[in-house]
């Protein structure tokens, strides 16, 4: 009987192209197992067979097990996993990422290490979140002060669009029910926000530390991306919620947000958001695709690169 270590590994070339993938697949309340080159999703009510190689990243809610079978498939296909709440607004864990180039983190660690294209990347981020002021000119205070400012304005307009009395922004770390219900859900959606881009940094690869407007903590960048979309979708979604009732607001706030993910497609325009970040050049063209490649080189002199599997020794002048 054939055995999971004696099937031969899947090359990059036989695999399915990122771009051809099924970006995410979210699965719940299953036992993930393998059945050949499929992953097999079974339940009270059947069993499911999804291609392994034609998974982006599979996102495993509350009460779902895996095999070790199934884990070696994916990771033959070269698909993420990645450990999440409820419909996926909660990152608990990662297994590895969806790429197997280093593009993306050598790229963000390229931009970061360096003062200006550190604040060039933040810049773009702010044009990102607010497409109707152009930041060219901005210093990191300035940048700072002016999206503190367009965020207080979003509170206030959100507010009046509902009807909600809003005291201002008041947040007390691991102290949830302090909060009135608008900020209680602008919490919640916060927190759903982190886990979605957490989930997205982690398929593509990219280092969660290493931010361009946040810094020392070791989701930097999550928050950085997670920020994107906060005006557009955090803070509207948790206002509505709020005007609706104050009972039960953190759970109501998660469903809506989920609701709102799936409804404008956030995931993939996270994912081009980050590429068109770090990897402007690259971004929507086949360069963005080759991610999969399994390509490994080693560093040379003067910044170039040298073919790996090969000893070096004979051509180096001692």
């Known amino acids: 009987m054939s055995t999971v270590s004696k099937r031969n590994l899947s090359t990059p070339r036989e695999l399915t192209r990122v771009g051809d ?11 993930v197992h393998r059945d050949a080159n499929a992953i097999t999703a079974e339940d009270a ?18 009460g779902t097990r895996i095999t070790h079978q199934a884990m070696s498939v994916l990771g033959e296909s070269g698909a993420g996993v990645v450990w999440v709440g409820e419909h996926g ?7 590895r ?46 940048l700072l002060g002016r999206e503190g400012q367009r965020v207080k304005d979003c509170y206030r307009k959100e507010a009046a669009r509902t009807g909600i009395t809003w005291r201002g922004r008041r947040f007390v770390p691991r102290d949830f029910s302090s909060g009135d219900p608008p900020n209680q859900a602008v919490t919640a959606a916060a927190q759903c926000m982190y886990g979605i881009a957490q989930a997205v940094a982690a398929a ?8 361009f407007v946040h810094s020392g903590h070791e989701l930097s960048f999550v ?87 090969r000893n070096y020794a004979d051509e180096v002048i001692w």
């Open 223 to 309: 928050l950085d991306i997670a920020d994107l979309y906060k005006t557009e979708i955090g803070i509207p979604v948790a206002f509505e919620v709020a005007a609706e009732s104050p009972e039960d607001v953190g759970p109501r706030t998660r469903r809506a947000i989920r609701d709102k993910v799936n409804e404008t497609s956030l995931l993939d325009r996270c994912v081009d958001d980050i590429k068109q970040l770090l990897l402007p050049a690259a971004a929507g063209s086949e360069a963005a695709g080759s991610d999969m490649e399994d390509r490994v080189t080693l560093q040379s002199d003067h910044g170039q690169d040298v073919a790996a599997g």
């Open 45 to 62: 009510e059947g069993t499911v067979h999804i291609p392994s190689a034609t998974i982006g990243t599979l996102l495993l809610g509350p």
């Open 204 to 211: 593509l690869g990219c280092s969660p530390g290493l931010g």
């Open 21 to 31: 993938r099924l970006s995410f697949v979210y699965l719940e309340r299953c036992t």
């Open 97 to 142: 990422a969806l790429t197997r180039s280093s593009a993306l983190v050598e790229a963000q660690a390229a931009l970061w290490a360096n003062r200006r294209s550190r604040l060039e990347v933040a810049r773009a981020m702010y044009r990102k979140r607010f497409p109707d002021e152009d930041p060219s000119g901005f210093t990191r205070h300035e």
């Open 89 to 95: 607004v909660r990152f608990y864990a990662g297994g």
